[in-house]
């Protein structure tokens, strides 16, 4: 019963910045890993980023480790993925997503809950 509703894509300029937003609905979050994923056309989907709800340890995807942050505002339940210096290779849908664990899942197929994704298109 958990909905997840992504926000904030768009058109930027390589080295530009974008915020996206995931709004959970439907449970408190503190037991769950929340993770951001993104696909391009022809691709497979990747892993982007996971954290856990309370914010206790995240993981990067190399791809995007130091350019990318992951945060959260516990009293929406929301959570955020800053995208700075942004490159064409990170064109993609972004989706958020969710699942019940104490882990940090870097796998697609691990994850319960999706959201619709929202595009993301770097221009060079």
């Known amino acids: 019963q958990v909905q997840l509703v992504e926000s904030g894509g768009g058109l930027v300029q390589a080295g530009g910045s974008l915020r996206l937003s995931c709004a959970a609905s439907?449970?408190?979050?503190?037991?769950?890993?929340m993770g951001w994923f993104r696909q391009a056309p022809g691709k497979e989907r990747e892993f982007v980023v996971t954290?856990?709800?309370?914010?206790?340890?995240?993981y990067y995807a190399d791809s995007v480790k130091g350019r990318f942050t992951i945060s959260k505002d516990n009293a929406k339940n929301t959570v955020y993925l800053q995208m700075n210096s942004l490159k064409p290779e990170d064109t993609a849908v972004y989706y958020c997503?969710?699942?019940?664990?104490?882990?940090?899942?870097?796998?697609?197929?691990?994850?319960?809950?999706w959201g619709q994704g929202t595009q993301v298109t770097v221009s060079s």
């Open positions: 954290t856990s709800w309370s914010g206790g340890s995240t």
């Open positions: 439907g449970r408190a979050f503190s037991s769950y890993a």
């Open positions: 997503a969710a699942t019940h664990t104490l882990r940090l899942p870097v796998g697609r197929d691990e994850y319960d809950y």
